[in-house]
């Protein structure tokens, strides 16, 4: 069983930046795909971003291609997501999840965190 625990998340004015992190609980992190999801109130789930078990390849939604940036270090067993030119329909709850290649953790997340709020304010 991964435990993940996000942290980072608070209030940010609009077009400020943030960075979220998500720390895994075990050594085999470097074998699993990670994603970043995120739900407004009232809205579905949203992919966010996704990253390769090596790091070397990355994926994004459209609303946040070129304003956000995952990242990874396996030596510290977490994943990251950087998030600028931040706007109020950025506000979510993000929550990271892990899986076992980067198709499926955005299918069937094998684990989840328990989410992080970020609010934008305009």
């Known amino acids: 069983q991964v435990q993940l625990v996000e942290s980072g998340g608070g209030l940010v004015q609009a077009g400020g930046s943030l960075t979220l992190s998500c720390a895994a609980s075990?050594?085999?992190?470097?074998?699993?795909?990670m994603a970043w999801f995120r739900q407004a109130p009232g809205k579905d789930r949203e992919f966010v971003a996704v990253i390769s078990g090596s790091g070397s390849r990355t994926d994004y939604g459209d609303s946040v291609k070129g304003r956000f940036t995952i990242s990874r270090d396996n030596g510290k067993n977490t994943v990251y997501l950087q998030m600028g030119s931040l706007k109020p329909e950025d506000t979510a709850v993000y929550s990271c999840?892990?899986?076992?290649?980067?198709?499926?953790?955005?299918?069937?997340?094998?684990?989840w965190g328990q989410g992080t709020q970020v609010t934008v304010s305009s």
């Open positions: 999840a892990a899986g076992s290649n980067s198709v499926a953790v955005r299918i069937r997340p094998r684990y």
């Open positions: 075990e050594r085999s992190f470097s074998t699993n795909a």
